[in-house]
């Protein structure tokens, strides 16, 4: 961390205190520069077409790796989580959906709240330029949440805390004014293999590298294609949306508590429906379940496939 600035840690203090008041589970914040580290592996991954079918991760490269390349003036990093664990469960023996999407679509729940801290930041500090990113701009949230210190980065990529695990959102704001930045997380993840020995398509090719081409995720919602590979066949688990078992296995999860965000309730429906039901899936129905919820990017005809794709 810099030398102490009082204004500066002041300054830190009341942001990190106005996150919790708007419902974030954790702040922290990082001084806006150029992610070094992350560059060459970037570069090696996209080289290797890790991406999948993902052409936009490749694309504004540089904006990517240094936010004062999208932000004009951008000196800090406000790097933002939102839990979004829930203990509730589909019906036994139903094709399942990721739990990040069992309510209302994040990217608009965050939104909402990002635009709140902005406006707050202004009342407070006077005129403050920044924008806010929830996973829809070359913004690599993951990398600054390692930076700030919001957790340190799980072997399958995802980053955990302590004492909350890993199901949660990251969201940044990234701004023209000087905060006190603070120190990352040491990596806990010890020689612990479960993320990596529990995927069922070996996505997480090596601690801490994920060939997304390989994930269920991918497979269920990024990619296009109107066939599923068929050498995957049989190996998804029963997921028809997204995939939580890299997560599911983490022993840091033990510590999730639910969230307490009304808009990630689930539909009943969603949790009431049997692999039946899930079959016979009208779109009709698919429009009434999953009304602003983040499945809708997979549409009607991308879930239809991935049930088929289950039960073939």
């Known amino acids: 961390m810099e030398a102490f600035d009082l204004k500066l840690q002041t300054r830190s203090e009341w942001v990190k205190t106005t996150a919790v008041e708007l419902g974030f589970l954790d702040c922290r914040i990082a001084k806006a520069g150029k992610l070094e580290e992350e560059e060459p592996f970037l570069e090696q991954w996209l080289k290797e077409k890790k991406n999948g079918s993902m052409s936009y991760l490749e694309e504004n490269f540089e904006k990517r790796l240094d936010p004062r390349k999208l932000e004009d003036g951008a000196k800090s990093v406000i790097v933002l989580s939102l839990n979004y664990y829930s203990d509730e469960k589909q019906h036994a023996g139903a094709p399942k959906i990721s739990k990040y999407a069992y309510g209302r679509d ?58 909350e695990g890993s199901f949660y959102f990251l969201a940044v704001l990234i701004v023209d004014i000087d905060l006190a930045s603070d120190d990352p997380q040491s990596d806990h993840c010890g020689t612990c293999t479960a993320c990596i020995d529990a995927c069922p398509t070996d996505a997480i090719i090596a601690p801490y590298v994920l060939d997304a081409s390989k994930c269920i995720s991918y497979f269920t919602i990024e990619l296009k294609d109107a066939q599923l590979p068929t050498q995957f066949q049989g190996k998804f688990n029963n997921w028809m949306f997204g995939c939580d078992i890299c997560q599911d296995v983490c022993p840091w999860n033990r510590f999730s508590k639910r969230h307490k965000v009304e808009d990630f309730n689930p539909n009943p ?24 919820s983040a499945v809708k990017r997979t549409k009607y005809s991308g879930l239809m496939r991935n049930i088929k794709f289950l039960s073939s």
């Open 269 to 292: 429906q969603l949790l009431g429906s049997d692999k039946k039901d899930w079959e016979n899936l009208t779109e009709e129905k698919f429009e009434e379940i999953f009304t602003g």
């Open 106 to 163: 994040y990217h608009k729940v965050i939104k909402k709240r990002l635009k709140q801290f902005l406006y707050l930041l202004n009342e407070q500090f006077g005129e403050v330029n920044g924008r806010g990113f929830v996973d829809s701009a070359p913004v690599m949230e993951k990398a600054w949440a390692r930076k700030s210190g919001i957790g340190w980065m799980g072997k399958h990529t995802n980053v955990i805390t302590k004492y």
